[in-house]
Nanobody, 123 residues
Framework: QVHLVESGGDSVQAGGSLTLSCAPS?????VAWFREAPGKEREGVAAIYIGGGTTTYADSVKGRFTISQDNAKNTVYLQMSSLKPQDTAMYYC???????????????????WGQGTQVTVSA
């Protein structure tokens, strides 16, 4: 069992920046960030393979969000810039049990989930 602790959610104005953090309690080959807005399905935002650092992004955040890892701190970050009101959502960190090169932004691919951290972007 891997526990995930997220932090960094806040309320910001459009155009602003935030950095979310996720600290897995144990080994995982892959970590992703998802978000869920009221009335919408949970969607994958960004994913990173811990070993090689390969990243994947949803089209809606490419060029604005960056996922990264700090192996020394065992922490994965999601740096968000040029935030828009439509980025408002609960953001969840997720981790896989086993390595797979496929479906890195698919909710069904992840076995462990954090409690979520709220990001609110005002116009």
């Amino acid at each position: 069992q891997v526990h995930l602790v997220e932090s960094g959610g806040d309320s910001v104005q459009a155009g602003g920046s935030l950095t979310l953090s996720c600290a897995p309690s144990g080994y995982t080959p892959s970590v992703a960030w998802f978000r869920e807005a009221p009335g919408k399905e949970r969607e994958g935002v960004a994913a990173i393979y811990i070993g090689g650092g390969t990243t994947t992004y949803a089209d809606s955040v490419k060029g604005r969000f960056t996922i990264s890892q700090d192996n020394a701190k065992n922490t994965v970050y999601l740096q968000m810039s040029s935030l828009k009101p439509q980025d408002t959502a609960m953001y969840y960190c997720a981790a896989r049990r086993f390595y797979s090169r496929w479906d890195s932004l698919s909710r069904a691919s992840y076995d462990y989930w954090g409690q979520g951290t709220q990001v609110t972007v005002s116009a």
